[in-house]
């Protein structure tokens, strides 16, 4: 069976509530600090796996990382391949406001410190069929990427978060990328979303892109049709919009990994994005495929072709 192997990030997240995201200068109390699992590689190898995909997940975490070991562990997720450092886990410092939008604060801890021989054994462990999932939060993206290509694996990128590194990257060699709206802009060097999209269109004429644009839905271009489409959203009451597109991308993999076609994968991972916002947390906010799919059935999304 063709499995999920995500070499990614894992981080605790402080979160804390507050009633606007906080501005140059300015000083505000919060209401509530909170304390959750996270990362983005966590969180999309436990969306994954929540979908019914078989996950293994590579990284590193540090002293403090018992908490998120035991996250993955008990979602089901296969750790064998993730290593135990000296010093801190990666963390991230989080504000959520009273409309459910966040800013994000990200320190890399042991996610910057993967080492050569753990991205060999990654690439080593993965057969015929696997996909290999990476975001932007561990060091040497793009040898791990070049190293997955000449392998011959399939590699899927969310550009999360954007910094100065995509730019020597060879996303060339990917098999799907997924961005939102400011990854999109940022890695094409444009300046609205629309033209983005049809940057990344005309330079990746071989890799699927999945542009998410939260309640206004997403922008699809499936490089085996060479087709793109626009999706619909579905209508949910935000909370915190934390892990929304960490749901969406782990739900998305399942489907892929299953070997479901790109467009008929979208609504259930765009289901479990909206599902997310709903709740609070990063991981916590993860929902269960039994939920996903009775949204699906509860609400129905449009999909055009452009």
Known sequence: MAKLVNLGSLCIDFVYSVPNLVGAGETIASSERQIFPGGKGLNQSLAAAKAGAAVAHFGAVGDDGEMLLETLRTGGVDIDGVARLQGPSGHAVIQVDSTGQNAIIISGGSNRKISKQQVTQTISY?????????????????????????????????????????????????????????????????????????????????????????????????????????????????????????????????????????????????????LAVTREGAAPSIPAIEEVDDLLAAQTIHCTQL
């Open 126 to 274: 993965m057969g015929e069929g696997d996909w290999l999932l990476l975001q932007n939060e561990i060091n040497d993206v793009g040898v791990v990427m070049q190293n997955a290509a000449d392998a011959g694996i399939r590699i899927a990128f969310n550009v999360a978060p954007p910094d100065e590194r995509i730019f020597d990257y060879p996303i060339d060699v990917l098999s799907l990328l997924v961005v939102n709206e400011p990854e999109a802009m940022a890695l094409a060097k444009e300046t609205d979303t629309q033209t983005a999209f049809d940057t990344l269109v005309n330079n990746l004429p071989n890799t699927h892109i999945v542009l998410t644009q939260g309640q206004h839905g997403l922008l699809c271009y499936d490089y085996h049709s060479k087709a793109q489409w626009q999706m619909s959203a579905f209508s949910v009451e935000p909370v915190d919009e934390t892990a929304a597109g960490d749901s969406f991308v782990g739900y998305l993999m399942a489907s892929l990994v299953d070997g479901t076609d790109l467009i008929d994968a979208l609504p259930r991972a765009s289901a479990a994005g909206a």
